[in-house]
């Protein structure tokens, strides 16, 4: 896989880029400040300094990245939201779509010009009830796919409905409301390559996988058939050198 240092998406591109929480603390005091006064006021809502530290980042760089795509400065990008909680860039006579995850240590963002963008990071820890946690995400056909699949497998397969699941309701937008049974990542014993919105049956999504990360899996979702994936370098933006 390809890494390229340009952040900005082509046509008919999706960049995807994650960093480690722990090479961006030492810039936590550039990130604080391009947060807005909602962004600092619910940051100080979390418990322990670990959270608002990644959360300080996770917001702090994704402005940091927009302006640094879009070249404005990171301390006027702006957002509104849908009607389920999803940002959207607020500016105007650009459409930039983008999508963000963390989990554990890691952070990932994802960016398109074309068309609406899910993605799902998760660190892939031991699981003790796989079958339980499968009956409440899985559809039918996908528990028996899971049940019948040997032990060591079924933790891998897991995370790959799971995330797979998470990218496609994200890119959609719709949240909680879209319940994660009536999306099928996998069927007739292979992964779908396309998703489908039910309230939207035209709009097709295709679904990809990246592994490059030990114990993680990431998933994308972008709207679009054929779309190229650019796989970015974690390397700092101009803006914060």
């Not at 114990?215 to 803006?239: E, H, M, S, W």
């Amino acid at each position: 896989m390809q890494f390229d240092k340009e952040i900005k998406p082509k046509a008919n591109q999706v960049s995807l880029v994650w960093f480690d929480f722990a090479d961006l603390q030492s810039h936590i005091n550039t990130f604080q400040a391009f947060l807005c006064k909602e962004e600092k006021a619910r940051c100080e809502k979390f418990y322990n300094q670990e959270l608002k530290n990644n959360y300080t980042i996770t917001r702090g760089l994704l402005r940091l990245l927009i302006g640094e795509i879009i070249d404005i400065d990171p301390g006027s990008v702006t957002f509104f939201y849908n009607d389920h909680g999803k940002p959207l860039l607020k500016a105007e006579g650009i459409t930039l779509h983008f999508n963000v995850s963390h989990s554990f240590q890691k952070v990932a963002y994802a960016f398109s010009y074309d068309g609406l963008v899910g993605v799902d990071i998760e660190y892939q820890k031991p699981l003790r009830d796989v079958a339980g946690l499968a009956k409440v995400i899985c559809t039918d056909e996908e528990y028996v796919f899971l049940d019948n699949l040997l032990m060591e497998e079924k933790e891998h397969f897991f995370y790959k409905i799971w995330t797979g699941k998470e990218a496609f309701i994200k890119a959609v937008g719709k949240g909680l409301s879209y319940p994660m049974t009536e999306v099928e990542v996998i069927s007739k014993g292979s992964i779908n390559p396309c998703l489908y919105d039910n309230d939207s049956p035209s709009s097709v999504f295709s679904l990809s996988y990246f592994n490059t990360l030990p114990n993680y899996q990431i998933a994308l979702a972008v709207q679009g058939k054929d779309i190229d994936v650019k796989v970015c370098a974690a390397t700092f933006p101009t803006r914060v050198n």
